[in-house]
């Protein structure tokens, strides 16, 4: 690894006015942000209530009421808000819109729990059984994008109230996990909070969030793999039915991280994962990490992605299958794993400095992910088959998705 790596321009610094990216960007802020604040709101008629921002609620005691809504609920809103710092950022102030982020920022400092925790269904639903399902809770998941989108909002707007609540959190996080005795040796079922670790560790320089993210990914599929000593736990309950058969090439936990040389399990989480260890590699200067990931970049891109840069061509389980197992009418191909393909790719380019990384995230970014989002903004594909007969995706069959 020789030098610096190549650096992405601040938002601020960069102009995109073109005919084609125009008009998404536009869509963004004028669009699809509105939109999807009403929807964390429950004020779209005929749509499924989101509950997100009324789960904050009444964890901040600001309303009474049970969680409704995936146990990764929270993570609506985070989007929404490293969404809005992008926008800002990119953009220029707008009032309303950082007024609405201000609000639901001071509103998370409000859920947040006096030691620091925060997630409103473990607040809410089940406060004593912090971290006993790592496998499925996906605590360390939606801490990882709350992380990610304090990071985007502190650098966009320079204001640290978001920070700091995360700052708490990550600290709770780095007393919890960790090698010596009494801390817990667990990782975390769905990667994301290394990568936001390792950005909070560039905006702070707190080097212990840089030294857990490495724990974290490190620790993986070493030994007895966690997740089966976990479910011996007292407080260990099941959340999902579909992992009752569980397989740890699912969280890509099979193996420790150096010795995989396939893209296995849940395609978001894979691609999660390989981020950042790449992050890792670069900042411990650790060539065989970096060699890691060259090997399953090469295996995914050249042997299991779609042309369309979609990745993760089952339906069950959202996951790679096997070598060149490509079907163009059943494939799930969801848009969330052809993000983190991009995000991959990124970093791999700006840390070889080698143009072939950059291709295919252009590819990715050019084809599934810009599908799916339609042009009003207000419909989203969340997977993206390359050939679709609507009447043979029957219910319960391999093209249900």
Not at 270 to 292: G, I, K, N
């Amino acid at each position: 690894m020789n030098g610096e790596k190549l650096q992405s321009l601040p938002l601020g610094d960069i102009r995109i006015e073109d005919a084609f990216w125009g008009k998404y960007i536009r869509l963004v802020k004028d669009v699809i942000l509105p939109y999807q604040w009403e929807t964390l709101n429950d004020n779209v008629p005929d749509a499924e209530p989101s509950h997100c921002i009324k789960n904050f609620r009444i964890a901040a005691g600001e309303e009474k009421g049970t969680f409704q809504g995936a146990v990764f609920q929270d993570t609506d809103v985070a989007k929404w808000l490293e969404a809005a710092a992008f926008t800002l950022a990119s953009g220029g102030r707008d009032e309303m819109l950082e007024s609405l982020a201000d609000e639901t920022i001071k509103l998370i400092g409000k859920a947040q729990c006096p030691d620091g925790y925060l997630n409103t269904y473990y607040t809410i639903q089940e406060p004593d059984r912090r971290w006993s399902n790592l496998k499925e809770g996906h605590e360390l998941y939606t801490a990882g994008h709350m992380i990610e989108a304090a990071v985007a909002y502190y650098e966009a707007t320079g204001k640290d109230a978001f920070l700091k609540i995360v700052s708490r959190f990550a600290d709770v996080i780095c007393e919890k996990f960790g090698p010596d005795e009494g801390q817990c040796h667990g990782y975390p079922g769905h990667p994301e909070v290394e990568l936001a670790l390792v950005k909070l560790y560039r905006a702070t320089g707190e080097k212990r969030y840089l030294e857990v993210s490495k724990y974290f990914v490190e620790q993986r599929g070493v030994g007895e793999n966690y997740f089966f000593q976990e479910e011996k736990g007292e407080k260990y309950r099941q959340i999902f039915p579909e992992f009752k058969d569980y397989s740890p090439a699912y969280s890509q936990s099979h193996l420790p991280v150096r010795e995989q040389k396939t893209a296995e399990g849940h395609a978001v989480r894979a691609v999660y994962l390989y981020c950042a260890m790449a992050d890792l590699a670069y900042e411990y200067r650790d060539e065989s990490l970096l060699d890691a990931c060259r090997t399953l970049w090469d295996n995914m891109v050249k042997k299991r992605m779609f042309i369309t840069g979609g990745i993760g061509s089952s339906g069950l389980l959202e996951r790679f299958t096997t070598d060149y197992d490509l079907p163009n009418d059943c494939n799930y191909s969801e848009s969330c794993a052809s993000i983190g393909l991009a995000l991959f790719g990124r970093r791999m380019a700006e840390i070889t400095g080698e143009a072939k990384y950059m291709d295919v995230a252009e590819t990715a970014l050019y084809n599934t992910v810009l599908a799916g989002i339609a042009m009003d903004g207000r419909s989203f594909f969340y997977v993206n088959p390359l050939e679709v007969w609507p009447d043979n995706c029957l219910e319960r069959t391999s093209k249900e998705h």
